[in-house]
């Protein structure tokens, strides 16, 4: 026989066995083995702590009330975790690099680590949770009525304690528990391992529980579509409504609101993260722990619907179908998984409450009131820290029961949780707008969450007492002061949509609004400016640190000990030489500027401007600071690097670009050049032909000599095409010879005796030098000789010294075989020393003063001085004239 | 002596050609080879006609023009430019610089003589 | 797929979620009919869940990794 005291024995077995999970697990992540606890399932498990008593209990009977609509809170998470890489992954992120311990310290900590902003928050979450807390007393006080029979069974009796009292001692037995579970130590990073390993495996119950409950009621019930059709017929039509309308719409956005601002969803999900990629994982495993948990509620509401008696509550169906069943076993299970959900809300809740309103109100409080007293030592400090926890959470579970006192009459679970998610969803603009809003201001978010938050508690969170307070009664009834647009559920007169629409939509427009407009006419202060430039550039600027918050009071030794750590001893001692008592402000001003020189310009106003407002310093938070100043000018370096980088590109681009169109301008040059090469015999050529073509009066003698013109001139076109066409086989690396070990001397001796001739009609001379007795190399005679002429004429030709001299010479040594053609003439301008080789170029200035002939000659020599394997280069002379030298390697 | 023609042209199968057709005209020639012996020739000799090429040693056909139009005494003289660079450029050039007739290379005989004709004021020889 | 085409997939995803759970999209599914009994809005709604979680878990381990998420210092965005 299922008794209310059995049921309560197996529920304090439960919490032993909660407490054991959590002891062995903390033990476990204690001395490093807990590999298994820090697993992305069971991170997973934890975030669906968002399964409470109002999924257990609460689902099935929206379900029953309003149809689909139940969906709704589970799909607006479901796609803020499809989306998780672009929210959650940034809050979990700058959450790790700030030390985020809360929802109400992260925005803080955004807008310039403002305590009023901690304390505004914090003070609106507890209120805002209030209805949510009293959701699961109400839950777990019904699920014991139902147990014992008290309304729908009449008989059993629960020992004449009423509905309140039996919800106070709930409260109180929670409080106990939360208190003994999540405040035995205080970590620095909030993580608590123990707890999330418990909440875990009530994770485990409560979907095994209700999966159990939904086969049995579809075994139950003869199936899926039987459940379904006998629904039909009876005339149950609960999807008649219009399930997706503006409701259906604004529970969304609500669910998906309340999954990033509930406290203990931002508790678990980004402050007990211990790795970013777990996320990854609950990206598609919490929406699936979803689904499964909604599954059956349907076909659970559906078959309670039909099979149980008219006014039965059906909340409660989830226990009372297995009551009713005879299956006392599984209703104990249910009861176990219902529990579950609740105590799983309200240990994580209240401890993250706690750690807001321990953090932000009560630690500053003691602290001024005691003026530092009694927590000198590490271990007050930490005893106060415990004890004001404990406080906090016996707070917020006297704020739940009282709500649940004072609002006992209404029935249903799932408005409660509406409530308490419209109230943590004004922190939503101030989130987003921290994660992604640079030009979010300080006072934009504050006000922002003040309207929301007013405009919640007047038409969502005061509404729900008008069946205790007469004056609520009438406000709602007719408007404060009779004035009849302010009343709460018609705001602005508008009647016909929805209340929850419609507190929904004035609450969030106004909230966002007010953000945006504030922030628009208000400016950051200089920590506001950091702060947002890191919640910004989270992803651009790896491993920025946050610049930590200095706290003092501006004696010399403060401003000296900051000094010391920045600028070292000696020059400290010599900036504080002389200065005593309050330092004047120019000497804070000349502070500044050599603080300036070495950890920049903005960290020593923050640091300074926070010494002197007054907060004591640690080491600890000037290495931060000064670390982190390191991070931003490594960071300007790097980006300076890079541009140097770019520059040297730019640079190399540019030459290049110059080259070409040097080639290009070479090329046409060259083109223009060899027109004026074909076009000179063609000239001739075709001069002549028309005098002997027309002239009848020619003697014998001329017309030989025209012809034989002709014919010496047809010789030099074919010449020079064969150089052209040469030329253009060198480049296609068609050489048109092998080399063959020759006497190269021959070919120098062939190549003076034919340039003596050119040389004695200009009247120069042509000089031997020193020669080398002989040199064997491996080349082609007649290619050699002719590279030779080109040298030794170019020399002759381009030659106008008033003693024009042009010398040949050779010599061996270290294996190879030099060849120099030196002369006096003009030499070769700098500029043109490398061009002359090019393929195209021809001597710059060389239009007017050289004759023509020239632009082929050296590029192709160099070629075939190369296919011999030895090169051609014009020695670096500072004198008068030219010196070209041919190395070849001697055999 | 006075000249009729003065021919400046550094290629010699090219000068004799000019030699040819224009004694052949009727007309007396000298010759030069360069642009420096084409300026004090002009200067001695005061020909009735300069034909002129581009490309000379030491002092370009251009520079030649030049320093001709820039000399009182020899501007009136009329100028015919001769060269293989036939580019618009180069003509464009040569008219800046006040050549009274522009022939490219390679050209036909009676072109050059019809142009010296003309340049000499006489109407075009009919043939 | 390459990092960005991946974060693109992601984010459209998201919205592609968001559209077809909320009016319009979701009501041109509330027909009146019903598979197995069980009325095809229902039916629809879970579809839509269960390809979503698929996607995201598909996604989930592809999207770049913790050390390779951190982009080299540029001028993103």
Do not use: H
């Given at each position: 026989m299922l008794t209310p005291d059995v049921v309560i024995a197996v529920a304090i077995g439960y919490v032993g066995l909660l407490f054991l999970i959590a002891y062995v697990s903390d033990r476990q992540a204690r001395n490093d083995k807990a590999a298994f606890l820090r697993s992305p399932f069971i991170y997973t498990l934890a975030i669906s702590?968002?399964?409470t008593s109002w999924t257990f209990y609460g689902a099935v009977g929206s379900a029953a009330r309003n149809?689909?609509?139940?969906?709704a809170i589970y799909l607006g998470p479901t796609l803020v975790f499809i989306g998780w890489w672009f929210v959650l992954r940034r809050l979990v992120r700058i959450s790790h690099k700030q030390r985020i311990t809360s929802i109400a310290d992260l925005l803080s900590a955004r807008f310039g680590k403002s305590s009023r902003l901690a304390v505004l928050i914090t003070v609106i979450a507890v209120i805002g949770i209030a209805p949510y807390i009293a959701l699961q007393l109400k839950a777990v006080t019904s699920s014991l009525q139902a147990i014992a029979g008290v309304g729908e069974f009449p008989?059993?009796?629960?020992?004449?304690?009423?509905e309140v009292g039996l919800a106070l001692a709930v409260a109180a037995g929670m409080a106990l528990f939360t208190i003994l579970f999540g405040t035995r130590n205080v970590d620095a990073k909030e993580q608590h391992h123990g707890v999330v390993a418990a909440i875990a495996f009530e994770a485990v119950v409560k979907l095994a529980a209700l999966l159990a409950i939904g086969i049995f009621v579809i075994y139950a019930g003869g199936g899926l579509e039987a459940i379904f059709s006998r629904a039909e017929a009876a005339g149950i039509?609960?999807?008649?409504?219009?399930?997706?309308?503006d409701r259906w719409v604004a529970m969304n956005v609500l669910s998906a609101a309340a999954i990033l601002c509930l406290p203990r969803q931002f508790q678990i999900t980004?402050?007990?993260?211990?790795?970013?990629?777990h996320l990854r994982t609950a990206g598609w495993a919490f929406p699936a722990y979803l689904l499964l948990m909604s599954l059956f509620t349907l076909p659970i509401a559906l078959f309670g619907l039909t099979?149980?008696?008219?006014?039965?509550?059906p909340d409660m169906f989830v226990l009372t179908l297995p009551l009713s069943a005879g299956q006392e076993g599984l209703a104990l299970f249910s009861f176990i998984g219902g529990f579950s959900s609740a105590t799983s809300m309200i240990i994580v809740e209240s401890i993250a409450l706690s750690i807001m309103v321990s953090n932000h109100i009560v630690m500053p409080i003691m602290l001024r009131v005691t003026q530092g007293h009694g927590v000198a030592s590490a271990r007050g400090v930490s005893r106060l820290l415990l004890n004001s926890r404990r406080f906090s959470i016996a707070l917020i579970l006297l704020l739940g029961f009282l709500y649940f006192y004072l609002t006992r009459?209404?029935?249903?679970l799932a408005p409660i949780g509406l409530i308490s998610f419209c109230g943590v969803a004004q922190f939503l603009p101030a989130i987003i707008a921290a994660l992604f809003?640079?030009?979010?201001s300080l006072k934009a978010a504050t006000s922002a969450v003040a309207v929301g938050f007013v405009v919640w508690a007047w038409?969502?969170?005061?509404?729900?007492f008008q069946s205790s307070s007469p004056l609520v009664a009438q406000i709602m009834a007719e408007?404060?002061?009779?004035?009849?647009?302010?009343?709460p559920e018609a705001l602005?007169?508008?009647?016909?949509?929805?209340p929850l629409v419609n507190v929904v939509f004035w609450s969030l427009f106004l909230n966002t609004v007010t953000l945006v407009v504030v922030s628009l006419f208000t400016s950051q202060s200089v920590l506001e400016r950091v702060q947002a430039a890191l919640f910004a550039d989270l992803f651009r600027r790896p491993g920025a640190g946050a610049p930590a918050v200095i706290r003092g009071s501006a004696t010399v030794e403060d401003l000296y000990f900051v000094a010391e750590r920045v600028l070292g001893a000696p020059r400290a001692k010599a900036l504080f030489d002389g200065v005593a008592g309050a330092p004047p402000p120019q000497f804070i001003d000349r502070l500044e500027r050599e603080l300036a020189g070495s950890i920049g310009s903005a960290s020593a106003h923050v640091m300074l401007s926070k010494v002197v407002s007054g907060d004591a310093v640690s080491l600890e938070e000037v290495f931060e600071m000064a670390g982190e100043t390191r991070q931003v000018i490594e960071y300007s370096q790097e980006l300076e690097r890079t541009s140097a980088e770019l520059r040297s590109t730019a640079q190399k681009l540019e030459e290049a670009n110059t080259q070409l169109r040097a080639i290009d301008t070479e090329k046409d040059e060259f083109l223009s050049q060899v027109s004026h090469e074909v076009r000179t015999p063609m000239t001739s050529i075709r001069s002549f032909s028309e005098i002997l073509l027309e002239?009848?009066?020619?003697?014998a003698d001329e017309r030989q000599r025209f012809v034989k013109t002709i014919h010496q001139e047809s010789l030099r076109l074919t010449k020079l095409l064969d150089d052209i066409l040469g030329m253009s086989a060198l480049d296609h690396g068609e050489h048109g010879w092998d080399n063959a070990p020759i006497e190269a001397e021959h070919s120098i001796d062939r190549a003076i005796e034919v340039c003596s001739a050119l040389a004695r009609q200009r009247r120069m001379q042509l000089t031997v030098g020193s020669r080398a007795p002989s040199a064997v190399i491996s080349g082609e005679p007649d290619r050699l000789c002719q590279v030779l002429i080109n040298l030794v004429s170019n020399a002759i030709k381009y030659n106008d010294a008033v003693e024009p001299m042009v010398e040949v010479r050779s010599r061996t040594g270290r294996g190879r075989y030099l060849i120099e053609v030196a002369d006096?003439?003009?030499?070769?301008?700098k500029a043109e020393r490398k061009l002359?080789?090019?393929?195209?170029?021809?001597?710059?200035?060389?239009?007017?003063t050289a004759p023509a002939g020239?632009?082929?000659g050296l590029a192709i020599s160099r070629q075939l001085i190369e296919r011999m394997n030895g090169k051609l280069e014009l020695l670096p002379g500072t004198g008068p004239g030219a010196c070209f030298r041919i190395t070849l390697p001697l055999l | 002596m006075a000249v009729d023609v003065l021919i400046a042209e550094d290629e010699p199968s090219i000068l004799r050609s000019l030699d040819f057709i224009l004694r052949r005209a009727g007309w007396s020639i000298e010759a030069v080879t360069d642009g420096d012996a084409a300026l004090s020739a002009v200067r001695r000799s005061?020909?009735?006609v300069l034909v002129l090429d581009?490309?000379?040693?030491?002092?370009?056909g251009f520079d030649v023009l030049k320093q001709i139009r820039a000399d009182a005494a020899l501007r009136q003289l009329p100028v015919l430019i001769l060269t293989a660079k036939g580019q618009a450029q180069d003509r464009r050039n040569a008219e800046e610089l006040g050549a009274d007739r522009f022939i490219t290379k390679p050209y036909a005989n009676a072109e050059v003589v019809g142009a010296v004709r003309e340049l000499m004021g006489l109407a075009p020889a009919v043939e | 797929m390459e990092r960005r085409k991946l974060e693109s997939a992601a984010l459209f995803l998201s919205l592609l979620g968001v559209l077809l759970i909320l009016p319009p999209l979701a009501v041109v599914f509330q027909l009146e009919r019903r598979l197995f009994g069980v009325p095809f809005e229902v039916i629809y709604l879970f579809v839509c869940w269960l390809g979503l979680i698929a996607a995201a878990f598909w996604l989930g381990r592809r999207l770049p990794r913790e050390a390779e998420a951190e982009p080299p210092a540029e001028g993103e965005d």
């Open positions: 702590v968002y399964c149809g689909l609509e139940y969906l008989g059993r009796t629960l020992r004449g304690i009423d039509d609960i999807y008649s409504t219009g399930n997706f309308d980004v402050v007990e993260n211990s790795n970013e990629n099979s149980m008696p008219a006014g039965a509550n009459d209404s029935d249903a809003w640079r030009e979010a038409s969502s969170f005061m509404p729900s408007g404060p002061w009779g004035l009849a647009w302010l009343r602005f007169g508008v009647e016909s949509i929805d002239e009848q009066r020619l003697t006096n003439g003009p030499g070769i301008p002359i080789f090019e393929k195209f170029a021809r001597g710059q200035s060389g239009g007017v020239a632009g082929l | 005061m020909p009735r581009v490309m000379l040693p030491k002092r370009s | -």
